[in-house]
């Protein structure tokens, strides 16, 4: 089956550290996109990417950065930079095509030690 | 800048009634506007995409309706089940069709047997 595959599902950072999350899609999508969730709020929107070797930042992409070497990969890393990185981080893709829906993975849980 | 607003208090209704979410944006339409359903811990998943020029969209139990001058999108599930229980997310797209969209907060619907 086709899908979104995003890990680890829980992962700890320690102060000072980055962390990259992982978020492959075997789809054949050319779009991606990274979210973050907080309690309470709407997902807001990281960073995006239209095509490979190619990404826009989002609405708070301060503290993050993202690569897109290869179609179905799109990595988020969670730099020292990023103070209040607590939060449900969602990986989604979708075809390039207008007015298309997202499809989602099911998430990373990053916590602070 | 466009907000979405979503009833953030629960819904409880009972098994059998009609659960109606609403939807409301500020500023100028969508191109369209998608609704998707959440289950705690896990990723949005797409139920419904209605374009601006649609009045009213339907899938088996699901109605969404977008009213362009109430700035406004209703999301009924009838003769609702328990398992229909979840957080329910509304998305518009402000990118003019090419799928970059804005979330809100959600209503959590809970459906009492």
């Known amino acids: 089956d086709g899908g979104i595959t995003q890990s680890p599902k829980y992962l700890f950072r320690k102060e000072g550290q980055n962390v990259t999350l992982s978020c492959e899609q075997n789809l054949n999508h050319d779009a991606m996109y990274w979210y973050r969730q907080d309690p309470g709020q709407g997902l807001r929107l990281i960073y995006y990417?239209?095509?490979?070797?190619?990404?826009q930042k989002g609405d708070i992409a301060e503290g993050y950065s993202v690569s897109r070497e290869k179609k179905e990969s799109f990595p988020l890393t969670v730099t020292s930079a990023q103070k209040n990185p607590t939060a449900f981080y969602l990986c989604?893709?979708?075809?390039?095509?207008?007015?298309?829906?997202?499809?989602f993975g099911d998430g990373t849980r990053l916590s602070i030690l | 800048s466009q907000k979405i607003e979503q009833n953030s208090e629960a819904l409880n209704i009972q098994e059998g009634k009609t659960a109606t979410l609403t939807c409301n944006y500020t500023?100028?339409?969508?191109?369209?506007l998608q609704w998707y359903r959440q289950d705690p811990g896990r990723g949005p998943v797409f139920l419904l995409l209605i374009r601006e020029n649609e009045k009213e969209k339907r899938k088996e139990r699901l109605k969404v309706t977008f009213d362009t001058t109430l700035k406004q999108s209703l999301f009924h599930i009838t003769a609702s089940q328990p398992a229909d229980s979840a957080t329910y997310l509304c998305a518009l797209d402000m990118s003019g069709g090419y799928n970059k969209l804005i979330f809100g907060a959600g209503t959590r619907l809970a459906v009492h047997p």
């Open positions: 989604a893709s979708s075809p390039s095509t207008s007015n298309q829906p997202q499809h």
């Open positions: 990417s239209q095509i490979v070797n190619d990404f």
């Open positions: 500023n100028y339409s969508p191109a369209y």
